[in-house]
């Protein structure tokens, strides 16, 4: 996508020139549906207190929430973005050499801030603003005894250095060797720290700290860390698709959809597996937990020692599932080509419209025919039937926008959109630092849930001495949604002052 902004810039280039026309017009609809994404992934993530409406949290296994077409959405967008961005790159980057290079190393960053994200530690981390008891320390980094120095000083430095590296790889650098060296050192420092924050805590135990010590979580447990993510697939999807697209034109692109989720079918239902049931697509014994399991955990008499997972399902972003997910961007680019085309607009829209309709049917028709629609093993269903409902989505916004003409409604989702990638990292920064800030005995993100939970009951209250046939809005899924709301309303705060200010942060 041809814009000043961000995720054209985070989610790069493709497509060899000659492959494509000239013509590079910014399309502001694409702005506008990546703010509607990363909105909306803010909102369904971020849950206050009390159980989420079912429309904002993902489906048990088979299925589909409107919470699980966020992610999809967003690295098909990625792909749309690529042949725009690739028409631009060419015009500084020479030969393909240089553009493949440039694209793994955007690829490494997005890559690391995930990995840096799911390092910054708050579990056991205070930072005590406001009045403090005699003795107490402004900022304690876990709960650990007297002594133990080593450990204490390699924790710190290992901690602080995870917000100057998520500052290195965003900030902007007009020196292409420092574009291409920023991240690789960020990557080698950060996991040689990791890797003395293991050693420090060896040495620590064996050395008397108590076995059941709290460490807290991130860097400060290389043993527990989760090496999987959201950012960390971003990169791994767009560094594959990206050089797909430069490599090869549209007939091509297409053969690699169809291989990449043919392959991605015949490994699930195929492929045995140690003690995999083979062609099993159930939560508990399906091919992708399988191999992730085995490369990322390791058990002993039942208890996970080394767990590199997340959650009740391991791992939404696992392996395997990332093949299916490079389909889902290489769809995005085939939509990205027919957009550059150098054809009437309301044509385009047309032919945008009309195969979002082909696509999401046969995503239905593999629903029955091969594999249910499932997110967290991302299934060819799942990659079609979301791909199809994001080109029918893109192309209302495109009719409306650039067709039409009418964007201003659309400045606040533009905000979002163009500053997509910074967007998240702050609401993930956010969070840590909300619960890591205490005033007093609470957290700020604790503070911020209960003003959310009393605002709902005050609302509630107000209008029910009107009417006693006004519904109780004090519900637990209300007063969760008015925590979600607020918590997307600060982030785009902090992203208007960036538009304000026409800074627009590139990965």
């Given at each position: ?16 020139v000659?492959?494509?026309p000239a ?14 994404t990363?909105?909306?992934?803010l909102l ?24 699980d ?21 060419s ?11 440039r ?6 960053s997005?890559?690391m ?23 107490t320390?402004l ?11 080593l ?9 602080g ?40 805590n060896r040495?620590?135990f ?7 010590t ?14 999987p ?11 594959v ?14 053969v690699?959809?169809v ?13 045995p ?26 058990w ?9 997972t997340?959650?009740h ?22 939509v ?7 054809r009437?607009?309301?044509?385009r ?13 046969l ?21 079609m ?13 495109f ?47 604790t ?7 009393e ?26 949604l ?16 960036l538009?304000v200010?026409?800074?627009f942060i590139?990965?």
């Amino acid at each position: 996508m041809e814009t000043t902004g961000p995720v054209a810039e985070s989610t790069p280039a493709s497509v060899t020139v000659s492959q494509t026309p000239a013509r590079s017009a910014r399309l502001v609809s694409l702005d506008v549906f990546r703010g509607i994404t990363i909105a909306g992934m803010l909102l369904v993530n971020n849950p206050g207190k009390g159980q989420a409406y079912a429309a904002l949290d993902h489906a048990e296994w088979n299925g589909w929430t409107p919470t699980d077409l966020v992610f999809p959405f967003f690295l098909f967008i990625v792909g749309v973005a690529i042949p725009f961005s690739m028409a631009r790159r060419s015009a500084t980057l020479p030969g393909r050499g240089a553009m493949l290079g440039r694209i793994w190393i955007r690829a490494l960053s997005l890559f690391m801030l995930g990995a840096l994200l799911h390092g910054f530690s708050y579990s056991g981390v205070r930072l005590n603003l406001g009045e403090r008891a005699a003795g107490t320390p402004l900022l304690t980094l876990g709960a650990l005894p007297d002594g133990f120095l080593l450990l204490k000083t390699v924790r710190a430095v290992a901690w602080g250095m995870i917000p100057f590296g998520m500052v290195a790889l965003l900030a902007p650098y007009r020196s292409r060797r420092m574009q291409w060296s920023v991240p690789v050192f960020v990557t080698v420092v950060f996991y040689a720290l990791m890797g003395a924050v293991a050693l420090a805590n060896r040495h620590a135990f064996a050395n008397g700290l108590p076995g059941d010590t709290n460490l807290g979580g991130g860097i400060f447990r290389p043993g527990l860390y989760r090496i999987p993510g959201i950012l960390q697939r971003i990169g791994a999807c767009y560094g594959v698709a990206a050089t797909l697209a430069l490599f090869f034109g549209t007939r091509m692109l297409v053969v690699w959809l169809v291989l990449l989720l043919s392959t991605y079918s015949a490994l699930m239902l195929k492929c045995p597996f140690k003690d995999h049931v083979t062609g099993s697509l159930t939560r508990e014994d399906n091919l992708g937990r399988k191999i992730d399991e085995a490369v990322f955990d390791r058990w002993e008499n039942g208890k996970a020692v080394r767990k590199h997972t997340y959650g009740h399902y391991p791992d939404p972003e696992g392996l395997l599932s990332t093949i299916p997910a490079i389909g889902t961007v290489v769809l995005g680019i085939l939509v990205g080509l027919g957009l550059r085309r150098d054809r009437p607009a309301a044509e385009r829209c047309a032919r945008l419209l009309a195969w979002g309709v082909v696509v999401t049917l046969l995503g239905c028709g593999l629903d029955k025919w091969l594999m249910p629609v499932n997110k967290s093993i991302w299934t060819p269903s799942f990659a079609m039937f979301c791909g199809g409902l994001a080109m029918l989505g893109l192309g209302t916004l495109f009719y409306v926008i650039d067709v039409l003409g009418r964007r201003r409604w659309a400045l606040p989702l533009v905000i979002y959109g163009m500053n997509a990638i910074a967007a998240f990292i702050a609401a993930g920064m956010v969070v840590r630092l909300g619960i890591i800030v205490h005033v007093g005995k609470d957290s700020l993100v604790t503070r911020a849930q209960e003003t959310a939970v009393e605002w709902v009951g005050g609302v509630a209250a107000w209008l029910q001495q009107f009417s006693s046939h006004i519904p109780n809005l004090a519900t637990g899924a209300n007063e969760s949604l008015a925590y979600a709301l607020f918590f997307v309303i600060v982030v785009g705060l902090l992203m208007s002052v960036l538009y304000v200010c026409r800074i627009f942060i590139k990965v």
